[in-house]
C-alpha cells in the first residue's frame, strides 16, 4: 500500500511529530511505502510582513501548497492520503483536492481545531466551551488564538467557511479520534458521527530495566495549562517527596527555591526515557482536555503508572487504582502521591496495569493492526471491486 501523509510541522516538537515518524516507520517496517508532504511552520519566522499578510489570506485555501499535492498525487498516486496537521501552511483545501483525485482521506484529531480556534477548549487557564458547536465569535473577542484579534479572526473564518461548506461533513472519509471522550466532544460539536472511530495512538518500547526510584516524575512544557499550579502545589506540600522535572520553563528559577525538585529543562527523548524506567509514577497535571498524550503511553510502556487531572483525554486513558491515579483538585493530587508513597505494592500493581494496557492497546504491533484496518476498510469502502 502508499500512504501519503500530510502535516505542518509545528515551531515546537509535540506529539503530533512523535505520531507522524512512528506511524510512517511501522508501515514501512511492515513493508508499505510511505511519502511525506511535509512543510515546517517555523518557515514562518522568515516571511516578511507581505508574506504573512498573503498567508492570512489563504487559510482557506492555500493554493501554493495545494498546487504542490496535486503534483504529488499525480506522481505517486497514493492509495490513501493521511492528513494530520493543516495549519498554517497547507489549509483544509487539501480534502477537496485528494476527493478530486479519487484518493480516500483520513484525518487524526490530535486537538480540536475543527471546533475551537486555538485547538484546545481551553481560556485563560480553565477549560472553555463558549463556542463548542456555535460560531466562533466569542473566540475573537477573546483573542483566543496568539492572543490576537486579527489572527483569531482568520482562524475562525477558515474553521467557519468550511463549516458552511460541508468540507468537514463530506470530504473527509474518516476522522480517527483518539479517546473516546474526543469523540464524544467531536459529536457535541456537530462532527459527522459516522465518519468517526476510535483509534488509539501507539509508542515503540525501549528495552531498559524498569525500576521503582524515589521519585516521581514530570515531563512536559512548565506552563499553566499543563497544570504548573498543580504541580508547585504538590512540591511545596510533599516535601518528603522527590520531583524531577523535564521541560521548557519560562520560570526555571521558580524551582531553585526547593530541595526535593531535580529540573532538567528540555532533554531529548533518551534522557526522558533513562528517567521514565527509573521513577515511581509520572505526575501528569494538564488542565485541558489533550489529544492522547504521548507522556502517557511512554509511561506505560516503562510499567509505570499515571496520576493524572480527571478531564479530557485522561478520563478514558486513566482507570483508577488500575493503570494510574485520578484527581480533580490540588489537594486530590497530594492525596494520591502521599498514598504511592505508604504503599508500595501499589505503585507496582498501577505499573503492572499501565504495562498490560501498552501491550494490548498501544503497542506498535496493534497499532499496526489498528490502522492498517482503517486503512484497508476505508479504501474497500472508497473502491469496492
Not at 276 to 294: D, I, L, T
Not at 341 to 369: H, M, P, R, T, W
Request: charged share 25%; aromatic share 10%.
Amino acid at each position: 500500500m502508499k500512504i501519503l501523509q500530510i502535516h505542518s510541522r509545528y515551531k515546537k516538537r509535540g506529539g503530533e511529530e512523535t505520531v507522524v515518524e512512528e506511524e510512517k516507520s511501522v508501515l514501512e517496517r511492515y513493508g508499505h511505502t510511505v511519502i511525506q508532504y511535509i512543510r515546517d511552520n517555523a518557515e514562518t519566522d522568515q516571511y516578511s510582513a507581505l508574506q504573512l499578510a498573503k498567508l492570512s489570506l489563504s487559510q482557506r485555501n492555500n493554493k501554493a501548497a495545494i498546487g504542490e499535492i496535486e503534483k504529488v498525487l499525480r506522481d505517486e498516486k497514493p492509495d490513501i492520503c493521511h492528513v494530520h496537521n493543516v495549519y498554517p501552511l497547507i489549509s483544509p483545501a487539501v480534502y477537496e483536492t485528494c476527493q478530486a483525485h479519487g484518493i480516500p482521506v483520513v484525518q487524526t484529531l490530535h486537538n480540536y481545531k475543527m471546533l475551537c480556534t486555538n485547538a484546545l477548549f481551553f481560556r485563560e487557564g480553565e477549560v472553555c466551551e463558549l463556542c463548542l458547536n456555535q460560531n466562533l465569535l466569542k473566540s475573537v473577542k477573546y483573542k483566543c488564538y496568539k492572543d490576537s484579534y486579527l489572527a483569531t479572526a482568520v482562524q475562525a473564518d477558515a474553521i467557519q467557511y468550511h463549516r458552511k461548506t460541508g468540507t468537514w461533513q463530506t470530504m473527509v472519509d474518516t476522522y480517527i479520534c483518539l479517546t473516546d471522550f474526543q469523540k464524544g466532544k467531536m459529536i457535541e460539536g456537530g462532527m459527522p458521527a459516522a465518519r468517526l472511530k476510535v483509534k488509539p495512538n501507539f509508542v515503540e518500547s525501549v528495552n531498559l530495566p524498569h525500576t521503582y526510584g524515589d521519585f516521581f516524575l514530570f515531563v512536559g512544557r512548565l506552563d499553566e495549562s499543563k497544570g504548573l499550579a498543580d504541580l508547585l502545589i504538590l512540591i511545596e506540600s510533599c516535601r518528603q517527596s522527590n520531583f524531577v522535572l523535564i521541560g521548557d520553563s519560562e520560570s526555571p528559577d521558580i524551582f531553585s527555591k526547593f530541595d526535593n525538585v531535580n529540573y532538567l529543562g528540555a532533554r531529548d527523548r533518551e534522557v526522558v526515557q533513562d528517567y521514565m524506567s527509573r521513577c515511581k509514577a509520572v505526575v501528569f497535571p494538564s488542565k485541558y482536555y489533550e489529544g492522547m498524550p504521548m507522556v502517557i503511553l511512554e509511561a506505560f510502556s516503562h510499567k509505570k503508572g499515571v496520576i493524572a487531572r480527571n478531564v479530557g483525554a485522561m478520563s478514558s486513558m486513566i482507570k483508577h487504582g488500575i493503570n494510574g491515579l485520578r484527581y480533580d483538585d490540588p489537594e486530590g493530587l497530594i492525596e494520591e502521591v502521599k498514598k504511592l508513597e505508604q504503599d508500595k505494592q501499589l505503585v507496582q500493581n498501577i505499573g503492572s496495569g499501565a504495562f498490560s494496557d501498552y501491550q494490548n492497546i498501544y503497542s506498535v504491533e496493534q497499532g499496526y493492526q489498528n490502522l492498517i484496518s482503517l486503512y484497508n476498510s476505508i479504501i474497500d469502502e472508497k473502491h469496492p471491486v
